[in-house]
């Protein structure tokens, strides 16, 4: 299997391919040169404009091209056509929280659906929502507890299920949903589909709007190749014009209206999600983001996605010939970037495969996850390190 050549500019950007074999993208990239480039040019931006006295906070106008920039950048990462349906969060979790607490449509006896396996992240705001906001949360056990099959989501809908809130991939696991018949019930019941695209974007092409999703959440530390701090929300202008803020500020959708004499409340543009942002947004952060996004989108989304496969592949491969039965499927369907597994002495493998230098997750189950820069060589130690530790 042959090394693209954008494979080898990324890893030589991706510092942590120097210290370990990292197999480890599901929980974080480890950090990129270009990210750290961007804040660099953040502060750089920020005095220009600070010195040619652009107003509206640090960064000023500079910031604010960019950040609609990014906004674009977004929808054609996930497939969406209007960059209004995009605002900034700090995480995936401030995303999701933003579309239950912000709901402004739930009625008497309504649920929302959620699997008892999804990450705090998703699962947490569905259970705030049904303690202060009234919806019921139904938490559906993963069939055999692994997997989200559309049936299991589809057989619990009832004539109140106004939401199904779902990761793409599954955290845990690496388990991937078919969001595609999941859009489609749900356009033809009329219920909203929230997606936490975390464990997705940036390894696998996303279709939001051809899938019928109607909001994406996601962070930008893992396969965006960006930082932390900074994440987003799209929303589809359906569930959009449902959404109030969780908490308001000043900013180009929401203002203080005081043509009447009482100051109130006022949203100018219901169906800009700007509406949800603070005014002090993470810019350097959005910076980061930028240029991540910037980097997946010259690569191409399909290309990373059939790069990744074919190690995908490899690996699974490879453990299965070891005696390892990976919880993960090896079907592109069912699967994207990580492949998780049991063993009945989890501690003592993942101890030998860290002595070797093989960084990956040891959680409720082991997990090695693929990233856009890894290569044929990280597989093949990593292959290689389990044999030994496995006695074999």
Same mark, same amino acid.
């Given at each position: 299997?042959?090394?693209?050549?954008?494979?080898?500019?990324?890893? #030589?950007?991706?510092?942590?391919?120097?210290?370990? /074999?990292?197999?480890?993208?599901?929980?974080?990239?480890?950090? /990129?040169?270009?990210?750290?480039?961007?804040?660099?040019?953040?502060?750089?931006?920020? !005095?220009?404009? &600070?010195?040619? *006295?652009?107003?509206?906070?640090?960064?000023?106008?500079?910031?604010?091209?960019?950040?609609?920039?990014?906004? !674009?950048?977004?929808?054609?990462?996930?497939?969406?056509?209007?960059?209004?349906?995009?605002?900034?969060?700090?995480?995936?979790?401030?995303?999701?929280?933003?579309?239950?607490?912000?709901?402004?449509?739930?009625?008497?006896? +309504?649920?929302? %659906? $959620?699997?008892?396996?999804?990450?705090?992240?998703?699962?947490?705001?569905?259970?705030?929502?049904?303690?202060?906001?009234? *919806?019921?949360? @139904? *938490?559906?056990?993963?069939?055999?507890?692994?997997? %989200?099959?559309?049936?299991?989501?589809?057989?619990?809908?009832?004539?109140? /299920?106004?939401?199904?809130?779902?990761?793409?991939?599954?955290?845990?696991?690496?388990?991937?949903?078919?969001? #595609?018949?999941?859009? #489609?019930?749900?356009?033809?019941?009329?219920?909203?589909?929230? *997606?936490?695209?975390?464990?997705?974007?940036?390894?696998? $092409?996303?279709?939001?709007?051809?899938?019928?999703?109607?909001? $994406?959440?996601?962070?930008?530390?893992?396969?965006?190749?960006?930082?932390?701090?900074?994440?987003?929300?799209?929303?589809?202008?359906?569930?959009? &014009?449902?959404?109030?803020?969780?908490?308001?500020?000043?900013?180009?959708?929401?203002?203080?209206?005081?043509?009447?004499?009482?100051?109130? %409340?006022?949203? @100018?543009?219901?169906?800009?999600?700007?509406?949800?942002?603070?005014?002090?947004?993470?810019?350097?952060?959005?910076?980061? %983001?930028?240029?991540?996004?910037?980097?997946?989108?010259?690569?191409?989304?399909?290309?990373?996605?059939?790069?990744?496969?074919?190690?995908?592949?490899?690996?699974?491969?490879?453990? #299965?010939?070891?005696?390892?039965?990976?919880? /993960?499927?090896?079907?592109?369907?069912?699967?994207?970037?990580?492949?998780?597994?049991?063993?009945?002495?989890?501690? !003592?493998?993942? +101890?030998?495969?860290?002595?070797?230098?093989? $960084?990956?997750?040891?959680?409720?189950?082991?997990?090695?996850?693929?990233?856009?820069?890894?290569?044929?060589?990280?597989?093949?130690?990593?292959?290689?390190?389990? @044999?030994?530790?496995?006695?074999?």
């Amino acid at each position: 299997m042959q090394t693209p050549s954008w494979v080898t500019d990324l890893r #030589a950007q991706a510092p942590v391919t120097a210290a370990c /074999t990292y197999l480890d993208c599901a929980y974080d990239c480890g950090g /990129t040169t270009f990210a750290a480039a961007a804040v660099q040019a953040y502060f750089a931006d920020w !005095a220009r404009a &600070a010195a040619a *006295v652009e107003r509206g906070g640090p960064g000023r106008e500079t910031f604010f091209r960019l950040a609609d920039e990014t906004r !674009a950048q977004i929808c054609a990462l996930i497939g969406a056509s209007d960059p209004r349906g995009v605002c900034f969060t700090r995480n995936t979790n401030e995303g999701i929280s933003h579309i239950l607490m912000g709901f402004d449509d739930f009625r008497p006896g +309504d649920n929302i %659906l $959620v699997c008892d396996i999804e990450h705090p992240s998703v699962l947490m705001p569905c259970l705030n929502a049904q303690k202060l906001r009234g *919806v019921e949360a @139904r *938490v559906l056990p993963a069939a055999e507890g692994e997997y %989200l099959p559309a049936a299991l989501f589809t057989d619990a809908c009832d004539d109140h /299920t106004r939401m199904i809130v779902l990761s793409h991939v599954q955290s845990s696991n690496g388990c991937k949903a078919d969001l #595609a018949a999941l859009g #489609a019930f749900c356009r033809q019941k009329g219920i909203y589909l929230v *997606v936490d695209a975390i464990q997705s974007l940036g390894f696998s $092409v996303f279709e939001a709007e051809k899938w019928g999703v109607s909001a $994406v959440s996601a962070g930008g530390y893992k396969g965006l190749l960006a930082g932390e701090s900074s994440a987003f929300l799209w929303c589809a202008p359906d569930l959009l &014009a449902h959404i109030w803020p969780v908490y308001t500020a000043a900013g180009p959708a929401m203002t203080v209206d005081r043509a009447g004499g009482m100051p109130v %409340l006022a949203c @100018r543009d219901p169906q800009s999600a700007r509406k949800l942002e603070n005014s002090s947004l993470d810019a350097p952060g959005i910076y980061m %983001l930028h240029a991540g996004i910037s980097r997946v989108l010259d690569i191409g989304p399909a290309a990373i996605e059939d790069h990744i496969r074919g190690l995908y592949e490899r690996l699974w491969d490879g453990l #299965a010939s070891l005696g390892i039965t990976p919880v /993960t499927p090896r079907e592109k369907d069912g699967s994207c970037a990580a492949i998780a597994f049991s063993l009945p002495d989890a501690a !003592a493998f993942y +101890d030998a495969m860290r002595a070797r230098g093989i $960084v990956f997750t040891s959680s409720r189950l082991l997990r090695l996850s693929i990233a856009p820069f890894t290569t044929c060589g990280d597989i093949d130690r990593a292959l290689s390190a389990a @044999r030994a530790a496995l006695g074999k």
